[in-house]
């Protein structure tokens, strides 16, 4: 899943809905850096369907995540149990998702641009990106 990636540069991953599933799992075997993990409307922790299908079980936060930021929208039906954190095991760096809640407008509050739309989870982003060198990120 991640082999376009090079493990010796940074991977900062953003991911939404069934994405953070695919995101998890992924980062599982991932032998590079992740400075920052952000889940958005995650359904990781929703019992039966996901969390006691995750491997390994207990679930526990992928190795390699340096930082993990969950962010859910109480109007979000995705989303049913939004707090990660007491679902997941931190890796062996300590690493637990913070979980915070955002408030969208509108009827339909899943989708991803609405997630990023809030301060909250584009700030963290943004600085994340930042903290590498402009170089850097476009020299392939």
């Not at 990660?84 to 915070?100: C, D, F, H, I, K």
Request: hydrophobic share 45%.
């Amino acid at each position: 899943m991640l082999s376009g990636t090079d493990p010796d540069r940074p991977l900062i991953v953003v991911s939404h809905s069934l994405g953070t599933v695919v995101a998890f799992e992924a980062l599982r075997s991932y032998g590079g850096r992740v400075p920052l993990l952000v889940t958005l409307g995650s359904p990781l922790a929703t019992g039966a369907a996901v969390l006691q299908r995750l491997e390994p079980q207990p679930p526990r936060t992928p190795a390699r995540v340096e930082r993990w930021l969950n962010f859910w929208d109480r109007d979000d039906i995705v989303v049913g149990r939004p707090r990660l954190e007491r679902w997941m095991r931190p890796n062996a760096s300590g690493v637990v998702p913070v979980t915070a809640r955002v408030d969208s407008d509108g009827l339909w509050v899943h989708t991803a641009t609405k997630y990023l739309r809030q301060a909250a989870v584009a700030g963290p982003l943004v600085e994340a990106l930042k903290a590498r060198p402009l170089v850097e990120a476009f020299e392939k």
